[in-house]
């Protein structure tokens, strides 16, 4: 258990680090990026995600599951060498393919010219699409210290590299990708040492299936994800600009913050579920999983509450006058941020029962609502309809899962409760966007002012509860 708590915690510091520094880095980017050159570097930061999906065929995700199923250290070397050729056959299939046909490829953004935006995006996702590897490698075997370094090294280089072309050379959003690309290719070496180091590359014909059979069926999966968070920007650009891609993958970005900052919380509080729900009968069990629920749901509004109250401000004083209407949208990404996370406690009631084809409904479910809504929404309202969009996509999914829960291992959520502190967390955000000093530093200072105060009244309030909370993990 100490080396289990050990792990994760490195996990947790090695998967949260690149995303807060890359967050810190958004000031300086959005400095050298004009909204429409930001706009490009998002749209295929957008593609290289669900490309890499095809290019690993989502086979590193048949390690975590087959990996220990060969008992054998040569059998384990002869898995690694076929998740390998696997990805070798895939990426060199699908990178010739979009090369053949780029005239179809540039239809997804027709803004963006295929040399050099697409050619810089394809050859990263190319090079790192073999990361994929070691890093899940290192996971399985419980070598933390291994995945941390390796995924902190990737994250200096690609930063080194894009600070290099952006600032120094400043040459914009090709620069940007440019450095993304070099860095892959100077890391696709180490990626292949560790891989040969640790596999025998030869076809297995029934290695092969196994690796297959598990990881189709997740490619469905992870297209619905890829769908739901992150299809809009192509609705945007397709209907309006790149500008306001730039604008709202911002916004987008900063309200995603509350998602970096909770997944430590959901992390640890996960087995915590799990172990009360299986060592507890029942009736002892749901009672308590239910007190504690409810201090998470307060700390999801305390952490979104606090991001939307000071967002717009914030936007105004860190990012360039370009980007401030970002700062408008963000209470509205907050909403799908907000609904995402209660979602994921509803998660934990139907994984308990092993339902977990309910989840996969409620995602595939959830994507169709998605293009739906931003398919009606974004030709008429662009980047604020899209926010909307998500926003109601993320409170539908969220009303069909705890429907779901309901059959599963349900435990209460205060909806009415919910509903309320809704409804004032709008009104005071409204309530300080608009009526309080229109001096951009006095209005920061009396909201800073504010949310100690109501943060020091909430833990005299609720110490009891909160210490209850602590005491479990």
């Known amino acids: ?12 510091i090695g ?10 880095l958004l000031p300086l980017y959005t400095r050298y990026l004009s909204t429409d050159g930001y706009g490009i570097v998002e749209s295929m930061l957008v593609f290289g995600m669900i490309l890499s999906i095809f290019l690993s065929m989502a086979s590193e995700r048949s390690m975590f599951r087959l990996y220990y199923d060969y008992g054998s250290i040569k059998g384990r070397m002869y898995f690694v060498g076929n998740v390998f050729l696997l990805i070798l056959m895939s990426s060199t299939f699908f990178t010739v393919g979009l090369f053949l046909f780029d005239d179809y490829v540039t239809i997804i953004y027709e803004s963006i010219e295929f040399n050099p935006y697409y050619v810089y995006t394809i050859v990263s996702s190319f090079c790192l699409s073999y990361s994929f590897i070691p890093m899940t490698l290192f996971q399985v075997e419980g070598k933390a210290i291994n995945f941390i370094f390796l995924n902190i ?15 120094i050379e400043e040459q914009g959003s090709e620069g940007y990708l440019k450095g993304k690309m070099i860095a892959s290719i100077i890391l696709l070496p180490v990626f292949l040492w560790i891989i040969f180091k640790r596999s025998i590359v030869k076809f297995k014909f029934e ?5 297959l059979s598990f990881s189709i069926p997740m490619i469905p999966v992870l297209i619905m994800a890829w769908v739901l968070n992150m299809s809009n920007r192509i609705f945007i650009e397709q209907y309006y600009s790149l500008e306001e891609v730039g604008v709202f993958s911002l916004a987008f ?3 995603s913050l509350g998602s970096i900052i909770l997944a430590a919380l959901f992390t640890s509080y996960n087995p915590v579920f799990y172990k009360i729900a299986n060592e507890k009968g029942v009736r002892d069990a749901k009672p308590e999983l239910k007190k504690v629920n409810n201090v998470i749901i307060i700390a999801v509004f305390a952490v979104l509450g606090v991001i939307a109250f000071l967002s717009e401000e914030l936007i105004m004083v860190v990012f360039d006058s370009r980007y401030h209407l970002a700062g408008k949208l963000i209470p509205v990404l907050l909403l799908s941020v907000l609904f995402v996370q209660l979602t994921g406690l509803l998660n934990l009631m139907i994984y308990q029962q092993k339902k977990t084809y309910l989840v996969t ?5 959830g994507a169709f609502t998605s293009v739906g809504l931003n398919f009606i929404l974004v030709p008429n309202y662009g980047m604020w309809g899209a926010a909307y969009a998500s926003a109601l996509t993320s409170f539908f999914m969220f009303l069909l899962e705890y429907i779901f829960a309901t ?18 967390l ?3 955000i409204y309530v300080g966007n608009y009526f309080l000093s229109e001096t951009i530093w006095l209005k920061l200072l009396v909201k800073l002012l504010l949310i100690v105060l109501m943060i020091a009244f909430f833990y005299q309030n609720n110490r009891g509860k909160i210490q209850f909370l602590l005491k479990d993990f």
């Open 153 to 167: 090294g990737i994250f200096l280089l690609n930063t080194a590299f894009i600070v290099f072309f952006v600032v």
């Open 426 to 428: 709008s009104v005071v």
């Open 15 to 24: 998967r949260m680090f690149p995303q807060m520094a890359n967050f810190i």
């Open 407 to 424: 059959k599963a291992y349900f435990i209460p959520m205060p909806i009415f409760r919910i509903s309320g502190w809704l409804v004032v």
């Open 207 to 211: 290695v092969l299936k196994n690796i």
């Open 253 to 255: 970005k900063i309200a």
């Open 1 to 12: 258990m100490p080396s289990l708590l050990k792990n994760t915690v490195i996990y947790t």
């Open 361 to 365: 409904i409620v995602s595939v479910v």
